[in-house]
């Protein structure tokens, strides 16, 4: 069986987010929005692309995927 070859373009993506918390204030700033890991099963014959936002560790806005505060688990 003949392999083929699957050429993937990714870029990084600027933009405006109007979603961002810093403390308790909502605030709209620039943000970069940057592919960070590709990865391939074993078959190769699926992928997933892991982005992230360069102000994902100051954004307290726990509803963000990106937002560190998202990802840290409170303490109960």
Do not use: H
Not at 35 to 40: E, H, N, S, Y
Not at 54 to 70: F, I, L, P
């Amino acid at each position: 069986m003949e392999e083929k070859e699957i050429e993937i373009n990714i870029q990084a993506i600027q933009g405006i987010c109007s979603e961002f918390m810093d403390g308790s204030k909502k605030k709209e700033i620039s943000i970069v929005v940057a592919p960070l890991k590709v990865t391939a099963n074993e078959e190769q014959n699926k992928i997933a692309i892991i982005t992230g936002c360069n102000m994902w560790k100051s954004c307290q806005n726990k509803g963000c995927y990106y937002s560190m505060a998202a990802r840290t688990k409170s303490k109960s």
